[in-house]
C-alpha cells in the first residue's frame, strides 16, 4: 500500500528518527544518525526500499494518538475479531542531563497488546541496508532472536514470542487473546561488532526501556512555558523540535528525511537531515520563546566547534557532527516517493551565498542575551567578524533564503536580514558595553535601510528583489523584524499584493518567479504563518485567529506538519516532519497569546519575537518601558 506523506507519524531519540505509517509499518529510519544511510526506506521504494511491519492479519481500521507529552506513538488496529494496540518508541537512555546529552540505544522498540478479541499479529522485519542497496544475511542465533547483516550495517532482533524467516525477512505470527502482550525490539551496531548489543533484552528491560523513555520526553516537556489557548499544538510541535536535536552537538536537522516530493512525480527533491544555521536560529527563537535555554547554550558550543571561531569560514548549512562537505548524490536505483525522481543524498545548496543567514544569528545572538544567557568574548568577537562580513557583503546578489537553483539576486528579505544582523549586534554591544565600531555599524545600517525604500519599493511595496515585479512571501518579514510598523502603508500595500498574487484557499506560495527548476510546488506553511504574525500586529487579530485555525486544522491526525500543503486538500508535501513549520507554529501561537494578553506596543516598528519574549518570560513589568525605549532609539 503507498502512503502519503501525512500518513506518517514520528519517533526519534535526539540522535535518529523513523517514520510510522498507519499500517504499522516502519518505511524509514536512519542509523546511527539522522545522516546515516537509511535502514528502512520503503518510503522512497515501495518494492526494494525495506520496512519493519507490525499489523493484524486481515482487514484492520486504525487510528492513532501519541502518549500525552511524548513521541512514544499508539497504534490501535480494530479487526473483526478483535483490537490490537501497538506502541512505538526509539527507547532513550537514562541518566544523562535533561538537555543536550540524551543517550539512546540505537533502535525500534514495539510492544503489541490485545485489547479485546483475539488477534493474529504479523510481524515482518526487512531491512535493506545502504537506502536499500542490498539484502543483508539473516542468522538466528536463538527461536527469539537474530542477526541481520551486511556491509558496514547490523541489526539484532529481539523478541519476547518466536521469530521465523527466509533469505529475505523475519518473519512471525503471533495469536494473541484480550491481555496479551507481545515485544520486539530491533537494534543497530555496526557489522564488525561480532554480537549484538551489549544486553540482549529480556521482557523487565523492554518495559524498562519504554517506561524510561516516556518519562524522559514527560519531563522535557514539564518546562515549556507556554499557558495559551492552543497548548496541545505548541507542546506537540515543541516535541518535534527536540526530537530534531541531535543530542551529542545539539545541531537541528532540517528535518528528518530526504526526497520527499514538494511536487508528486517531480525533481524537487532534497536531502534536509542536515543543519541550515537559518533554521537552527529560527528553531531555537521559538524554543526560546517557550523557555527553553540549555538546546541554545548547546547550539552556541556546536557552532564555535564548527566554525573554528572563524566568521570568515562560516557556511550556510553543516552535517550533523559539523562535517563541512555534503556532496549531492542522485541514488538512481531508487524510484522515489510516488515516482518523485531523483533521490538526492546529500545537499547542493552547501556553497551557496545566502546573505540572511548572519541576521538570523544575530537575531537569535540579541534574544539569546535578552533571556538572561551570557554572551561570552569569544561569542562575541565571533559575531563581530560575521557583522563586519555583513558591511563587506552586502550588496552583493545570493541566491536567498529559497535556495534558488539558478543566477543570484538582490533579494530583498536578504538585504533585510543584513540591516538586521547590524542592528542587533548595535544593540549587544550597547546593552553589554561590548567593544565595537557602533559609529561605523550605524552608518552602514543606514545605507542598508535607504537601499531597502529606494531600491526595494520603487512601485510603491516591496518585491522580491531589486529590478523585479515578483511577489514573494519573505518580504512579510520586514515588519516582523523591526524594519516598518505593519500598518505602514508601504507594508500594507505590499501585504495585499501578495495576497492577490501568491493566496490560495488562504495559503501562501513562495513566489511567482523562475527559480532555475522545472515543475511547481505546494503552498509553503511558513509563508502563512508569517501571513498571520503581520495580520496580528496590524490589530486584525480576529482575521488572524481565522487563519490560525486553518493552518491548524493542516496536521496530520498526530500533529505533525510537511514543509509545503496542497492548496484546497490540505495533502502534506516535502520532508516531513519539517522543522520550519513546527517553529513557526510555536511563534505565531505565541505572538497571539501575547498580542491578545498585552497591547501591542505604539507607536513605531518593533521586533515580533522580541515583543513575544518578553511577554512569555513574565518581564511584563518592564513591558512598555523596554518597547518605549525600542520606538524611540
Not at 515549556?224 to 527536540?242: I, N, Q
Not at 545541531?251 to 508528486?264: D, G, H, K, Q, Y
Not at 524594519?483 to 492577490?500: D, E, G, K, N, W
Request: hydrophobic share 40%.
Amino acid at each position: 500500500m503507498r502512503q502519503r506523506i501525512d500518513d506518517y507519524a514520528l519517533l526519534g531519540d535526539c540522535h535518529s528518527a523513523a517514520l510510522v505509517g498507519r499500517d504499522g509499518s516502519i518505511d524509514w529510519a536512519c542509523f546511527p544518525r539522522f545522516d546515516s544511510p537509511a535502514v528502512f526506506c520503503r518510503l522512497l521504494d515501495v518494492r526494494r526500499g525495506g520496512s519493519f511491519g507490525v499489523s493484524p492479519e486481515g482487514t484492520f481500521h486504525s487510528t492513532r494518538r501519541y502518549l500525552e507529552d511524548t513521541n512514544v506513538l499508539v497504534t490501535t488496529f480494530t479487526t473483526p475479531t478483535g483490537v490490537l494496540e501497538l506502541t512505538d518508541c526509539m527507547p532513550v537512555r537514562p541518566g544523562l542531563s535533561r538537555g543536550a546529552r540524551v543517550g539512546t540505544r540505537h533502535s525500534l522498540l514495539r510492544r503489541l497488546r490485545c485489547l479485546g478479541g483475539e488477534v493474529k499479529a504479523r510481524v515482518v522485519v526487512s531491512p535493506r541496508f545502504e537506502y536499500g542497496a542490498f539484502v543483508p544475511r539473516i542468522r538466528f542465533t536463538s527461536p527469539h532472536a537474530a542477526e541481520l547483516l551486511g556491509g558496514a550495517d547490523a541489526l539484532w532482533v529481539t523478541a519476547t514470542h518466536p521469530l521465523s524467516g527466509n533469505d529475505t525477512a523475519l518473519r512471525a505470527r503471533w495469536p494473541l487473546k484480550a491481555g496479551d502482550e507481545a515485544w520486539v525490539e530491533a537494534a543497530w551496531t555496526p557489522s564488525l561488532v561480532e554480537r549484538g548489543p551489549a544486553e540482549l533484552p529480556d521482557l523487565a528491560m523492554m518495559r524498562r526501556r519504554l517506561e524510561e523513555t516516556v518519562a524522559f520526553w514527560r519531563e522535557w516537556i514539564s518546562h515549556c512555558a507556554y499557558d495559551g489557548e492552543y497548548t496541545r499544538a505548541v507542546r506537540r510541535s515543541a516535541l518535534v523540535l527536540k526530537a530534531l536535536t541531535y543530542a551529542p552537538s545539539g545541531a537541528i536537522i532540517a528535518a528528518p528525511t530526504t526526497s520527499l516530493p514538494e511536487e508528486p512525480g517531480g525533481e524537487r527533491n532534497w536531502d534536509y537531515r542536515y543543519t541550515w544555521l537559518r533554521d537552527t536560529a529560527l528553531t531555537l527563537i521559538s524554543l526560546m520563546l517557550l523557555g527553553y535555554q540549555e538546546e541554545a547554550l548547546a547550539f552556541r558550543y556546536w557552532l564555535t566547534r564548527t566554525s573554528a571561531g572563524r566568521a570568515e569560514d562560516i557556511q550556510i548549512m553543516y552535517g550533523i557532527r559539523g562535517h563541512r562537505l555534503l556532496p549531492e548524490v542522485e541514488l538512481t536505483h531508487l524510484e522515489g516517493h510516488r515516482g518523485s525522481r531523483p533521490v538526492r543524498i546529500g545537499n547542493g545548496a552547501v556553497k551557496q551565498l545566502q546573505l540572511d543567514v548572519f541576521g538570523e544569528m544575530l537575531e537569535g545572538a540579541w534574544l539569546f542575551s535578552k533571556m538572561g544567557l551570557r554572551l561570552m568574548p569569544g561569542d562575541w568577537d565571533f559575531l563581530s567578524r560575521l557583522v563586519e562580513d555583513v558591511c563587506e557583503r552586502w550588496r552583493e546578489p545570493d541566491q536567498g533564503l529559497w535556495e534558488i537553483r539558478d543566477e543570484p539576486r538582490h533579494f530583498l528579505h536578504s538585504k533585510l536580514l543584513c540591516w538586521v544582523a547590524l542592528d542587533r549586534a548595535i544593540r549587544i554591544a550597547r546593552a553589554r558595553r561590548f567593544p565595537a565600531p557602533v559609529g561605523r555599524w550605524m552608518r552602514e545600517r543606514a545605507l542598508l535601510r535607504r537601499y531597502l525604500l529606494d531600491a526595494g519599493a520603487r512601485h510603491g511595496w516591496f518585491s522580491q528583489a531589486v529590478d523585479s515585479d515578483n511577489a514573494d512571501a519573505s518580504v512579510l518579514q520586514l515588519p516582523a523584524l523591526g524594519f516598518l510598523p505593519a500598518t505602514h502603508p508601504m507594508v500594507s500595500r505590499t501585504v495585499a499584493i501578495i495576497r492577490q498574487r501568491l493566496e490560495r484557499d488562504g495559503l501562501l506560495y513562495r513566489y511567482d518567479s523562475p527559480d532555475g527548476l522545472r515543475g511547481g510546488e505546494g503552498t509553503f506553511l511558513l509563508c502563512s504563518f508569517w501571513l498571520h504574525d503581520v495580520l496580528v500586529h496590524s490589530g486584525r487579530t480576529g482575521e488572524a485567529e481565522g487563519l490560525l485555525r486553518h493552518l491548524l486544522s493542516l496536521s496530520n491526525d498526530v500533529g505533525l506538519y510537511g514543509e509545503e500543503a496542497v492548496p484546497g486538500t490540505g495533502e502534506a508535501l516535502g520532508n516531513f516532519p519539517q522543522a520550519f513549520t513546527h517553529m513557526a507554529l510555536v511563534a505565531s501561537c505565541a505572538q497571539l497569546s501575547a498580542a491578545r494578553a498585552f497591547p501591542l506596543p505604539r507607536p513605531g516598528a518593533y521586533d515580533y519575537a522580541d515583543f513575544a519574549l518578553t511577554y512569555h518570560l513574565g518581564k511584563r513589568s518592564i513591558f512598555m518601558s523596554h518597547f518605549a525605549w525600542e520606538s524611540a532609539r
